[in-house]
């Protein structure tokens, strides 16, 4: 038996990717310096200085089993990878209103003031850049701390020169920009999008199509900046921006942080599926009174929020492979502003499936959860994970990374395929794709050799 084991090895071993080493300092932009973009600063600035421990990362608190249960190898991700330390990161970022990070992380009430006063030094040094920024995209909010232009190819460039600026005077040998920002109006692809040239013409044209967000992923990829989406916007998953990835090799992922919810929907429905339990609807109500919630008060907004959210179900529960299961059931969602919760927002679901006969049951599921949170740790994850995939060989040219779907609410994929919503589906992807790129062998769970 030793013999064949160690046969199969041999056959299966992968060849490593090349992958450099993260020299030097990451440099973090982060459009949109509220609720979740201060909770990520602080908190890392209090790991740093250690009185407090990164839970939620995969990257800093996470294991990666290698080879065989019986081989006993579990490295953290961060021990198996080579990943930017904490150490490693600087800070920028441009909000509409003139706040330092202290005083915007102090109104956001996420963080408890005694924690914030251990790390307000550092805070109050990050000052945000002027944003680009139109209320016909965001209605509910405005601000004064905002750039203006001739037109949208003239804004694109003043964040370009504010992305060369931080990367000179930073020091950063490296730079990823992470969408923290509140979520736009609906929009749609239209002809604008499908090309570098034609959106660029739609840019000088002021063109309504083109909203702030994609012009931060202009500039970002345009500088080779790896760019991830935050919110449900359109942003980078067009056409134009998978070009412009490519060609300047700086990945993209997106779109919309998988927090409350969403979460609890990923994690419950691949479960009713791998049981053939069947589902007759599914309601759910959210309420929160953070920014966020305010933002969604706006109709346009709001339907860009529950196109992000609505999409899970029906691509985890496959309708279309198990009509009698999944084919009729109903799929509400529903998001309430409700000041007095802050960022501590309550989900509830009602859930109706049924089972042996068709036999009704009930689950109900009231998540006290809190937004900026559960968003932190995987915006840590996201930037350090695009800043490995633009120093990976494999990585760095194909533009999308689908192996990082786990982060998000509605994954960008490739042209033709449906994106993967299973949660522990896309773990498996995101740790197959690591120990594919250390040239491990893929863990399939499929076990047999243990009992040959």
Not at 423 to 435: D, G, P, S
Request: aromatic share 10%; hydrophobic share 40%; with cysteine.
């Amino acid at each position: 038996m030793p013999t064949r084991q160690k046969h199969v090895k041999r056959e299966t071993q992968q060849q490593e990717s090349e992958i450099q080493a993260p020299k030097g300092k990451l440099g973090i932009m982060i459009p949109g310096m509220g609720a979740v973009a201060t909770t990520f600063v602080a908190g890392v600035e209090a790991v740093r200085k250690g009185f407090a421990k990164p839970i939620g990362s995969l990257t800093q608190m996470g294991t990666i089993r290698l080879g065989k249960r019986t081989d006993a190898r579990s490295p953290k991700v961060k021990e198996f990878v080579p990943l930017a330390g904490l150490d490693d990161l600087v800070f920028t970022g441009w909000d509409i209103f003139e706040d330092n990070m202290y005083a915007a992380a102090s109104k956001a009430g996420v963080l408890e003031r005694e924690l914030l006063d251990r790390v307000k030094p550092f805070l109050t040094s990050i000052k945000p850049r002027k944003a680009v920024f139109d209320r016909n995209y965001v209605k509910k909010l405005d601000g004064p701390n905002v750039k203006k232009g001739k037109n949208k190819m003239d804004l694109a460039e003043q964040v370009r020169a504010d992305i060369r600026e931080f990367r000179k005077n930073s020091g950063a040998t490296r730079l990823v920009t992470i969408w923290c920002g509140s979520t736009e109006t609906f929009l749609e692809p239209t002809a604008a999008h499908q090309s570098i040239k034609a959106f660029e013409k739609a840019m000088t044209g002021n063109d309504e199509n083109i909203a702030p967000s994609m012009i931060y992923a202009y500039a970002s990829l345009m500088e080779g900046v790896p760019f991830a989406n935050g919110a449900p916007n359109l942003t980078v998953d067009l056409p134009v921006m998978d070009q412009l990835s490519r060609e300047h090799e700086a990945p993209i992922c997106g779109k919309d942080y998988k927090t409350g919810q969403t979460l609890i929907k990923t994690i419950l429905a691949p479960g009713f599926k791998a049981r053939m339990i069947g589902l007759n609807g599914w309601f759910s109500t959210n309420i929160l009174g953070n920014r966020d919630g305010e933002v969604l008060e706006d109709p346009g907004s709001f339907k860009t929020k529950e196109e992000s959210k609505l999409s899970v179900l029906e691509h985890i529960l496959q309708p279309e492979l198990y009509p009698e299961l999944y084919g009729k059931f109903t799929h509400k969602v529903r998001i309430n502003y409700y000041p007095p919760r802050g960022d501590n927002k309550e989900g509830w679901d009602n859930i109706d499936i049924f089972g042996w006969l068709g036999y009704p049951m009930q689950i109900k599921v009231d998540f006290l959860c809190r937004d900026s949170i559960l968003a932190a740790p995987l915006v840590l994850d996201l930037v350090l994970f695009l800043d490995l995939a633009q120093r990976t060989s494999e990585l760095r040219g194909i533009g999308i990374q689908e192996w990082l779907s786990f982060y998000f609410k509605s994954p960008m994929c490739a042209p033709g395929l449906y994106p993967e919503h299973d949660l522990f589906i896309q773990l498996m992807k995101l740790k197959n794709t690591l120990r594919h790129l250390k040239g491990e062998e893929l863990i399939t769970h499929l076990g047999l050799e243990y009992y040959d």
